[in-house]
């Protein structure tokens, strides 16, 4: 069975600090992954999706990044964290038929201090 | 470009009152769209999908929801609705040609006893 791993789930950084947060699916190949943001009243912001090795599709312009360096493997990054990059990320895939649904990881809750 | 507008933020009821939440998407192309529901403290999980076929689509825990074309429509049903339902629910679409999946802003569903 196909299974998703994202860590770590709580991260407290300092501003100015690097980011990055992993994300790996087990059982399955060639999936499509995504990177989201939760944030109250806001609902889930789709910030990056992949569909292969390095094709990337960015979709809101800011302080993050996101790498593919592996098929499985799924990887959002930043230079310099702001304040404004606090929040809830979640890393999610599907299988690249499009008959079934997302399935998502447990989460990073990321606080920028 | 690809929305899902959610119209209902914060929805209030009793127990044993009727549910329907509001979900419309923008896409030209053909889309898979979806339900998710979020309980306090958990993670996302699938309520109901819609593919083709039967409109009308059921779920788990009494949920069903339909998708309508012309409308580009695919509200959230439920005839009487339990205290554990309380839940944030969130409506998603998928792109079938680019595999960009964008969710709504979510609705917050408290159910009083």
């Known amino acids: 069975s196909q299974t998703i791993h994202q860590w770590p789930a709580t991260l407290v950084q300092p501003v100015g600090s690097p980011l990055s947060l992993e994300c790996t699916v087990e059982?399955?190949?060639?999936?499509?992954l995504y990177w989201y943001r939760q944030a109250a009243g806001r609902g889930l912001q789709l910030l990056f999706y992949s569909v292969g090795i390095g094709q990337i599709s960015s979709e809101v312009p800011q302080n993050l990044s996101a790498s593919r360096p592996q098929d499985r493997q799924f990887i959002l990054s930043s230079k310099k964290l702001l304040l404004s990059d606090s929040g809830f990320y979640l890393c999610?895939?599907?299988?690249?038929?499009?008959?079934?649904?997302?399935?998502f990881g447990q989460g990073t809750r990321l606080t920028v201090v | 470009a690809q929305s899902v507008s959610q119209h209902n933020h914060h929805v209030i009821l009793s127990e044993a009152a009727s549910l329907e939440l509001g979900c419309n998407y923008s896409?030209?192309?053909?889309?898979?769209l979806f339900w998710y529901v979020q309980y306090p403290g958990q993670h996302l999980q699938l309520l109901l999908k819609?593919?083709?076929?039967?409109?009308l689509v059921k779920g788990i825990k009494g949920f069903e929801a339909e998708f309508i074309k012309s409308k580009f429509s695919f509200n959230l049903r439920k005839p009487s609705v339990q205290w554990s339902d309380t839940a944030e629910y969130f409506c998603?679409?998928?792109?079938?040609?680019?595999?960009?999946?964008?969710f709504g802003t979510g609705t917050r569903l408290q159910v009083f006893p």
């Open positions: 999610a895939w599907s299988p690249n038929t499009g008959d079934t649904e997302a399935f």
């Open positions: 819609y593919f083709s076929g039967d409109p």
């Open positions: 998603a679409a998928l792109s079938y040609n680019t595999d960009k999946l964008i």
């Open positions: 059982g399955t190949s060639n999936p499509n």
């Open positions: 896409y030209g192309g053909t889309v898979n």
